[in-house]
């Protein structure tokens, strides 16, 4: 069976806004890749970062529904220093600010567990958000740490980093000569993907040595179907949660309307919505991943890259190949 060509055009880049493509642009084992990640990280952080590790950090998927992998990137510096960077390409139905918490804190837990004293290298949480955390505050980039009711800093080893996006793109089209650094990271991630503004982002390319060694390693992943496959799943699942939710929503609220005529209209609605919502997503979101697997597997990806691709076990995959084959 010939393998179908996932990539849009010979010249098309992947997302960078979507985790997994995200993931892949800073984590090849290619010298392109590589030091893309380390300006990149010391353009956040405002310092240079000589050297960097990368940790394998991927959790095993077992669940058919589980349509979540880890698309976080754990770096270590050659100074102990440890951070955990992702992309977060959506606005989530949780606590951000609380999860960033937490996870700041596992990281500092982890480095904190070295030496028989309470000294430990510092933790960075970083998230590129491709929407905005905060409304009011008009800078792209935030970082969190903590800090007395004065401003004094306490100890300054956990801390949690935002990266606007959204508040980058407003610079979209301003000479590169005007922009700063930070900023033309945040438009490279923006539109590198976008053919429309392939000459501008190429001017930002050109102007910085990180952003060509990004543009390299992003040009690089895209030139493999399964990265292609991957994004597409991720971005297919997502329209599928919308849908799944749109349609649990709806089912629930009718549900809760005819169920609260009965035990009181507020109870009702409350209950019926859960309900709707819960058998919408556990449905959808199993039947939609078993029908991505076929898909992949007509394609003639292998069992391997289609569990990789939709979150399946290798096992379930081949299930499905031996009754696609039959």
Not at 56 to 71: C, H, K
Not at 189 to 216: C, F, P, Q, T, W
């Amino acid at each position: 069976m010939q393998n179908r060509v996932l990539r849009p055009s010979p010249t098309a880049l992947l997302n960078p806004r979507c985790d997994a493509s995200f993931k892949a642009m800073f984590t090849q084992n290619t010298k392109e890749s590589n030091l893309a990640l380390k300006d990149f990280i010391s353009t956040l952080l405002n310092r240079k970062i000589s050297n960097l590790a990368l940790i394998p950090n991927e959790p095993p998927i077992d669940m058919l529904g589980e349509m979540q992998m880890s698309f976080d990137v754990g770096i270590t510096f050659d100074d102990g220093e440890r951070a955990d960077l992702e992309m977060q390409s959506r606005l989530q139905k949780y606590d951000y600010a609380t999860r960033a918490e937490i996870q700041a804190a596992r990281l500092l837990n982890v480095n904190s567990r070295r030496g028989d004293n309470w000294t430990s290298p510092s933790a960075y949480q970083i998230s590129v958000l491709n929407f905005e955390f905060d409304n009011n505050d008009k800078s792209p980039l935030a970082w969190y740490t903590m800090r007395k009711e004065s401003g004094e800093q306490l100890a300054g080893k956990l801390n949690i980093i935002f990266f606007d996006l959204i508040k980058i793109r407003k610079m979209f089209g301003t000479s590169v000569e005007k922009l700063t650094k930070l900023q033309k990271w945040g438009l490279f991630l923006s539109y590198a993907d976008s053919e429309k503004h392939r000459d501008y982002i190429k001017k930002l390319v050109d102007s910085e040595d990180g952003l060509m060694n990004a543009n390299a390693a992003l040009n690089m992943v895209s030139q493999d179907d399964i990265n292609w496959a991957i994004e597409n799943s991720i971005f297919k699942a997502q329209r599928d949660y919308n849908s799944n939710m749109q349609y649990a929503e709806k089912t629930g609220m009718e549900r809760g309307l005819a169920k609260g005529m009965k035990q009181g209209m507020k109870q009702g609605m409350k209950q019926g919505l859960k309900q709707g919502i819960e058998q919408g997503l556990i449905k959808g979101a199993r039947q939609k991943a078993i029908e991505a697997a076929q898909n992949f597997l007509r394609m003639g990806l292998s069992p391997e890259q289609v569990a990789q691709g939709t979150g399946m076990t290798t096992k379930e995959v081949l299930a499905l190949k031996s009754k696609l084959d039959a």
